[in-house]
C-alpha cells in the first residue's frame, strides 16, 4: 500500500519483530521523535501495538537493529549513521 502511495519505506528487523519505517513530510510530525537513518529522518509504524500512531516510539536500543532493509528490492540498506531523535 505504501509503494503504489510512493512513500519512502523500510523494513526494520530487531530480535524476533519488525516494523516500518516510512519518510513522511508532514508539519504534525515536527516535534516527533523519528528514526534518523543516513542523515534522514523516517517515522515508525508499528502495526502490532494497539491504537498506535506515526512516529510511535522506537522500543528497542539502536544496537539491537539488525538490518534495514527495502521491501521492495529485498536488498539491506547501508547504514553508516543510526540516531533516533526529534
Known sequence: MLHALNIEAYFVLVPQHIFVIVKLKDSRLAKRRGLWVNEEKYYILESTAKNSKVGYPLRYRLNQIDAI????KNKKIDIDKLEFKI
Not at 532493509?69 to 521492495?72: A, C, D, S, T
Open 69 to 72: 532493509v527495502n521491501p521492495f
